[in-house]
């Protein structure tokens, strides 16, 4: 499967947490985590995007493919946009590099469903919500989709709202998992619309995607680990690989 580029957009100076790409998992960084899943995934060459030298000498350190881009880039897709810009393969992924936990089988099934979804732009993968604080939480971004796998909306709320009259009981809620995989020519296009006003108000720039017509196609898979947002995100990192390792 050499379809694929893997952008791994890591940016040192995140204004909620600083470093937080190089800031260490059980004696690993964020960063490798997600290195090492991105190879294992084998849909193609894996490259290191970053505004920093820092990062830069870390990704080398463990012989990463790496590129300097741009401070000015507003986020993650269009540091990914400016390191792919020349290449020429058909799909672009964005494995973000605050993924630790983003599982390569997961990033390979949401590739393949995407492959097959030709109505769509972009893939990307959820799972069922187990931990009721999730739901609640805004920093856990919640996805509401129709019955073929297709994204109608991404929240930070807690969507769909379960109208406690509605026929329909013990509905799940599903967490999205922050990759994207992009057509390429649907990559290009994305980095040129405005920021949407959805977009502006969730702070969730998929938004902008459906906001302009973009179809988006999600992969279920079981489960999926947490990001790193805050530094409190790594204990809570720490705890649930002690839980995944006791299994």
């Not at 964020?30 to 849909?43: D, P």
């Not at 856990?140 to 406690?164: D, E």
């Not at 720039?205 to 973009?214: D, I, S, V």
Request: glycine share 6%.
């Amino acid at each position: 499967m050499s379809q694929a580029l893997i952008i791994i957009p890591a940016r040192y100076n995140s204004q909620r947490f600083p470093g937080k790409v190089l800031a260490k998992i059980a004696g690993k960084p964020v960063l490798q985590w997600c290195y090492e899943a991105a190879v294992r995934s084998g849909l193609g060459e894996v490259v290191i995007a970053t505004e920093d030298r820092r990062v830069m000498a870390f990704a080398a350190s463990i012989g990463a493919a790496v590129v300097l881009t741009s401070p000015r880039c507003q986020s993650g897709t269009d540091r990914v946009f400016e390191a792919a810009r020349k290449t020429r393969k058909e799909f672009v992924i964005n494995f973000q590099g605050d993924e630790p936990f983003l599982r390569s089988q997961t990033l390979v099934k949401a590739f393949r469903q995407l492959v097959k979804a030709r109505d769509c732009d972009i893939g990307t993968a959820c799972a069922r919500i187990k931990e009721t604080s999730d739901i609640r939480n805004s920093n856990c971004v919640k996805i509401a989709m129709n019955s073929k796998g297709r994204a109608l909306y991404f929240s930070r709320s807690s969507i769909p709202f379960h109208h406690p009259l509605s026929e329909l009981k013990n509905r799940p809620f599903y967490k999205h998992c922050g990759f994207y995989i992009y057509r390429r020519e649907a990559l290009a296009r994305f980095v040129k619309l405005t920021a949407s006003p959805l977009e502006k108000l969730e702070r969730l720039e998929q938004l902008r995607a459906l906001e302009n017509g973009m179809g988006i196609t999600v992969a279920e898979v079981r489960e999926l680990g947490p990001a790193i947002d805050t530094p409190a995100d790594i204990k809570a990192a720490e705890k649930f690989l002690r839980k995944r390792l006791q299994r």
